[in-house]
């Protein structure tokens, strides 16, 4: 079994009893960002993982979800931030720089525009990892899109800032305006197995993510020091986005990914699936 893990430090939570050797995982971990997880499944070079919640619905043919394991959020998710110079009802025309690592990001950031700000950008695909950061300001923009730990890192950065200024007055939250707009919770990744996967396998693999995640839920502190040492944001603003996540998918998750699909559907961009889930052990 091959098993993949975004190496973002929002996957802690599920991860975190497996790498510590307290929990048995029936496979070899894969890290990649959400882009290559995606892309490697829908190659068939992983049986389980993680992907972008658009990438099961671009082939639900090919997945089954896998039951009760999400990373969601109810409001501000934290990593998934608009950064811009100027307000988002005002770019119409102008270079937004969107990342290429996730694709729910973006599909979310396209409709925000097309239905709440009211602008039509030119969107240029970009890199929003750790290790680009400093060059940000190197490409012609007016506004980015940056997700995962480089989110964090610099949000936490323009709040910290001792003179208060920032390149980017305007920062928002992708999670907080999914909620305001549809009152919904949105699920930004979801876990599958390939259909092809023998099931016992697949379930074997679930049942140590559900053991994980659980045990992770437990000692989100022990986890936030940890994200705090790598990516050298606070220890308690760790903690705090790690609460601000959900890592189950219940019906009030359900009813946020169904209505993201259904917008996603509506736009054409997206065939029209159904949600398809691993049987019960």
């Known amino acids: 079994m091959r098993i993949g893990r975004i190496p973002y430090i929002n996957c802690y939570p599920v991860y975190g009893a497996i790498d510590r050797g307290l929990v048995a995982l029936n496979g070899t971990l894969v890290d990649g960002i959400p882009s290559a997880l995606n892309g490697q499944m829908a190659a068939g070079l992983l049986d389980v993982s993680v992907v972008s919640a658009v990438e099961y619905a671009r082939d639900s043919r090919r997945y089954l979800l896998l039951p009760d394991l999400a990373i969601s959020c109810d409001g501000p998710v934290r990593s998934v931030m608009l950064f811009a110079k100027r307000p988002a009802g005002e770019l119409d025309g102008r270079r937004v720089i969107v990342s290429r690592s996730s694709m729910t990001s973006v599909a979310l950031v396209e409709l925000l525009f097309e239905h709440v700000w009211r602008a039509r950008p030119e969107f240029v695909p970009g890199n929003s990892e750790l290790a680009d950061i400093a060059r940000f300001e190197e ?5 980015r899109l940056v997700i995962g730990d480089a989110a964090l890192i610099l949000h936490e ?30 699920v930004f990744a979801v876990w599958v197995a390939q259909r092809t996967t023998a099931v016992a396998e697949s379930l074997l693999a679930h049942a140590a993510l559900l053991a994980s995640r659980d045990w992770g839920l437990q000692h989100l502190p022990l986890l936030a020091e940890q994200a705090a040492n790598v990516t050298g944001v606070a220890r308690a603003s760790c903690l705090e986005y790690f609460e601000g996540l959900d890592y189950r998918l219940g019906y009030e998750h359900l009813a946020g990914l169904t209505e993201f699909y259904r917008r996603l559907v509506v736009a054409g961009r997206v065939p029209n699936g159904t949600l398809a889930f691993l049987p019960a052990a």
């Not at 490409?139 to 506004?143: M, R, T």
């Not at 992708?174 to 009152?183: D, H, P």
């Open 139 to 143: 490409e012609e923009h007016e506004a």
């Open 157 to 186: 950065a323009r709040r910290t800032a001792a003179d208060g200024a920032s390149t980017y007055p305007y920062v928002y939250d992708l999670g907080e305006e999914w909620k305001a707009w549809t009152g919904l919770p949105f």
